[in-house]
Each structure stands twice: as structure tokens, then as C-alpha cells.
């Protein structure tokens, strides 16, 4: 069957979710609010949900396989830019993953050490001991195929050693199983070497599980395609040299992934936290894409970590995460992370190319007019009179949004 969805946003809400039941992305028993007593239980000191929309980008070709996106965002053009990514890099073959790997890194942190080198023998002597201690925490994951794989022990500055610990989670993103193995390791340390523990926590600097996706455009049917590819790679490049600009740039990279994130119950924080400190491992914050023009073809390529997970946290229990999983279509973590990626790297792409051209403010003003006619006060019939005046006058304000409508 043929999975793309065609003219997706030139439909109704009704008429979308009929498109996607048709390819079978569609649930309508989990299109429901999920019940006070699942968010009473989620976290606390409940009182209230608090919503923002959930949209689809259509028609991402990613090795070969369509996917539709979920993206749950406060912000207007966001997925109209994914969309329009999306459907100029199918055009031109697709994403292609580059490469991709996939596990987690936890510490123990020795605290006052006082003899660092007996503490980093002891540590590096006793291995069979932390592979047992890490089946006995936790074995479920590691009957599943995964749990502590290896481990490295560093001296640090000052009074303290750390203990690395490389952990497969598989699926989950991994934070809980990575703090029950590391804990179990560090309790029996504390009373077996005597040593003091500060803390034992993952890291969310995830530079074992990084991904690579790249995109290959030919130039050639772009708005101005004389320059266009060299532009884009001039916007590659100054963000290379500017951390003012690229903390904007990769901003954009995130309106993409944050959104997916949040849709499927990931940890919005954690992926945030994984892509913003790979950007600034060199010690220079630099952009996670990479523009380059290259016989007469432009090359794009996004590299960061993602330790993302399709199972744990709140992901079972929350409706809307279900159905975001179901309109996806992804079966593992190792998935979600190349669609991830091909997300964040198409988000980019719209953004540089819509800067690089029309300007930001064309598309993204257009679509941002309809959010300030309802918040002026427009009925869903006057909301595309009230838009098409803010445009006319080149004026997307509150205040001319209110005396246009003062005047229907
Ligand atoms: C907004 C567009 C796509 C317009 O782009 P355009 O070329 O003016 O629009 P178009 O009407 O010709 O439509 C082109 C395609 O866009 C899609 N599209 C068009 N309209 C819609 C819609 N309503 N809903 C869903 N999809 C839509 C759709 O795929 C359409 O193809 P068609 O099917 O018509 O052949 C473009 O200007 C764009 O991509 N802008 C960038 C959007 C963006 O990045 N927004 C984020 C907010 S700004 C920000 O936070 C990040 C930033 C920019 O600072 C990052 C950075 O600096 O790097
Ligand atoms: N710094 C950070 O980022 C921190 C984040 N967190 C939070 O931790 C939560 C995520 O923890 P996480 O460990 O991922 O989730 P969970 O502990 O909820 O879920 C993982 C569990 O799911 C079970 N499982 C079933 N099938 C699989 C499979 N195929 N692959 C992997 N596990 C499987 C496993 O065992 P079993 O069935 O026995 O449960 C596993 O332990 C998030 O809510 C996050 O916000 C917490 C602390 C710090």
C-alpha cells in the first residue's frame, strides 16, 4: 500500500485523521485524555493537565521507509518547515543513516579519595564482581540482552575518581535501570573498599549512542538556485565560527526533536541536555549540522547523541504518547533514533533555507498570524478574514487584529 499521505494541510482535522486511519496510523480509543487519577499518579502535587497540539509531518523517506511524524509544539511553522523539508528531500532520494550506535554511560563519583591509585587498581581488579553486582541489581534487562557492558575508571582533579559504567538499556532511555545498577555497584564499594561515594548517576552527555544522517539535494529546483547551496553552506559555516549563531541554529535542529520527543513520552530535558553538550565537546559550541556544496550538489549531514527510548518511563501509561507511537510506526529505540535525527536534520534544513531566501518572517508570520486572530478574538469563520488583512497590511499585531474584527 502506498503510505504517503498527499496535500495533508490542505485538508480538514476530520479529513487527516480519515487519511491516516486508511494506512492504519490511527487508534481512536487512544484519542482520549488520559484519567485524572493516571496524572494524579504521574507526578505531584497534580491539579490540572495542560495541553499543547499534536501534529503529524507527513512523508519522511528514511532508508527507504515512509514514516509520519508526530510533533506535539506550541510553536506555528514548525511542522509546516519539517513538511516542507521532508518532501524536497524525498524528492532528491531521502535520508540515508550514516551511521549509529547505541549505549549508555552512567557514574559513580568517589568523593575524598586519598590514595587515588589503589582506589583506580582496586576498581580495574575486581571486574567480574561489577558484571555480577550489575545481573543481580538488575536482570531483567540483562536477560533481555542488554545491562553493564564494560567500564572505565579515570582519576580526576582534585579528590575524585570516577567510575564510568557503559550500560546497554536496549529500548528505554535508560536512566532508571542505569541507577539501580550503578548504586547497587557503588553500595558495595562503600563497604567492601571503604570508599566514599558522592553520587551515581547517568550522564546525559550520551557519546556512546550518537547518530549520523545525511540528505544529498540537487540545488536545481530551490528558490534561487544559482546560490542557494553555497549559502546554506555559508550558514553552516558562520555557525561554525559564531556560538551566538549557533545556539539559534541548533535551537532549530531541537523545534524538531524536542517536538517528537514530547509526543512519544520521551525526556525532553535529557535530549535537550545530550544535544546541547555534544555541540560544545570540542569546547567550542558548533552547530550539529554540516552544509557543504559539492559538484554542483548540496550535502548535508546531522551527527548527535541520542539516548531515547520506546519503552519505560511514562510511555505505557499515557493515551496520546500511545497514539503518537502508533502513528509513527517505530519498533525500537535504535529507530526512533534515525527518525529523530532525519527530523532534526530537515527542520534545519527548512530553517537555513527559508532564511537564506525569503526570510524568516514570511512563512513563519503567515502561519503565526492565525494564532494572533484567535488570540484577538476571532470565531473559527473570521479567522481567515482577520489573516488575510494582518498580511495585506503587513502588520501581525494584536492590536490590528482586534480593530479589523471590531469592523466585521
Ligand atoms: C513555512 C514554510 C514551509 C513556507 O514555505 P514556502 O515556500 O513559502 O511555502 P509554500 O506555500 O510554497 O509551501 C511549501 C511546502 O511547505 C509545506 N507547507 C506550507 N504551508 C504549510 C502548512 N500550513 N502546513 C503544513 N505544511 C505546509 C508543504 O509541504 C508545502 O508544499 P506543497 O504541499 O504546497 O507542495 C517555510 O517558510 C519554512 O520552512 N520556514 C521555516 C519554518 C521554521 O523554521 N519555523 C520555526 C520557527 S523559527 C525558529 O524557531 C528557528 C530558527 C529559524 O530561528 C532556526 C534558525 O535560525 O536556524
Ligand atoms: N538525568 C536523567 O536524564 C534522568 C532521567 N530520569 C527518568 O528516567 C525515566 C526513564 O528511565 P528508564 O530506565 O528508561 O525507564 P524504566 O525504568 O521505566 O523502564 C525500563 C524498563 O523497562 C523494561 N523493559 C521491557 N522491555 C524492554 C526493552 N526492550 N528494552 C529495555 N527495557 C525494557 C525493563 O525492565 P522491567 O520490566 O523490569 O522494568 C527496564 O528496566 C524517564 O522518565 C526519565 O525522565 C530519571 C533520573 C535521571
Not at 122 to 141: C, G, M, R, V
Not at 304 to 329: D, Y
Not at 360 to 379: D, F, P, S, T
Request: hydrophobic residues 45%; charged residues 20%.
Amino acid at each position: 500500500m502506498d503510505k504517503s499521505l498527499k496535500n495533508f494541510y490542505k485538508k480538514t482535522r476530520s479529513e487527516r485523521i480519515d487519511d491516516l486511519k486508511e494506512i492504519g496510523c490511527f487508534d481512536d480509543t487512544l484519542n482520549i485524555k488520559a484519567d485524572d487519577i493516571v496524572f494524579d499518579h504521574l507526578i505531584e502535587n497534580y491539579v490540572t493537565t495542560f495541553e499543547v497540539a499534536m501534529g503529524v509531518a507527513p512523508d519522511f523517506l528514511i532508508d527507504g521507509q515512509t514514516y509520519h511524524i508526530p510533533m506535539a509544539t506550541e510553536e506555528p511553522s514548525v511542522i509546516a518547515g519539517a513538511s516542507h523539508a521532508a518532501k524536497i528531500i524525498k524528492r532528491n532520494g531521502g535520508f540515508k543513516v550514516e551511521s549509529i550506535q547505541r549505549r549508555n554511560i552512567g557514574q559513580i563519583i568517589f568523593k575524598n579519595v586519598t590514595d587515588k591509585a589503589s582506589l583506580v587498581k582496586y576498581l580495574n581488579d575486581h571486574s567480574k564482581t561489577w558484571f555480577d553486582l550489575a545481573f543481580k541489581a538488575h536482570p531483567k534487562i540483562h536477560e533481555l540482552g542488554g545491562g553493564l557492558v564494560d567500564f572505565k575508571v579515570e582519576e580526576k582533579a582534585y579528590d575524585f575518581v570516577c567510575f564510568y559504567a557503559y550500560i546497554n538499556t536496549l529500548d528505554a532511555m535508560g536512566a532508571n535501570t542505569i541507577n539501580t545498577i550503578l548504586e547497587s555497584i557503588a553500595t558495595y564499594i562503600t563497604v567492601d573498599f571503604h570508599a566514599e561515594v558522592l553520587m551515581s548517576i547517568l550522564s546525559n552527555l550520551a557519546t556512546e549512542s550518537l547518530i549520523t544522517v545525511s540528505v544529498t539535494i540537487n540545488p536545481s529546483h530551490l528558490k534561487n538556485s544559482q546560490v542557494i547551496a553555497k549559502d546554506i553552506e555559508k550558514a553552516y559555516l558562520y555557525a561554525s565560527i559564531d556560538p551566538y549563531r549557533a545556539a539559534t541554529h541548533n535551537k532549530g535542529i531541537m523545534n524538531g526533536i524536542t517536538a517528537l520527543m514530547l509526543a512519544t513520552g520521551n525526556d525532553t530535558r535529557s535530549v535537550e541536555a545530550q544535544a546541547h553538550a555534544y555541540a560544545s565537546i570540542t569546547g567550542q559550541y558548533l552547530p550539529l549540522t554540516k552544509w557543504v556544496e559539492k559538484d554542483s550538489m548540496l550535502r548535508g549531514e546531522i551527527t548527535l547523541p541520542l539516548a531515547v527510548g520506546t519503552v519505560g518511563g511514562s510511555m505505557g501509561t499515557l493515551p496520546k504518547v500511545r497514539l503518537a507511537r502508533k502513528i509513527l510506526g517505530v519498533n525500537s529505540a535504535l529507530e526512533l533514533m534515525k527518525v529523530a535525527a532525519s527530523l532534526g536534520l530537515a527542520q534545519n534544513f527548512a530553517a537555513i533555507y527559508a532564511l537564506t531566501t525569503d526570510g524568516i518572517n514570511k512563512g513563519h508570520m503567515r502561519l503565526h498570524a492565525r494564532n494572533v486572530a484567535i488570540e484577538a478574538g476571532a470565531l473559527e469563520h473570521q479567522v481567515q478574514d482577520v489573516v488575510n488583512h494582518l498580511l495585506e497590511v503587513k502588520d501581525i499585531t494584536l492590536e490590528t487584529a482586534k480593530q479589523f474584527l471590531n469592523t466585521l
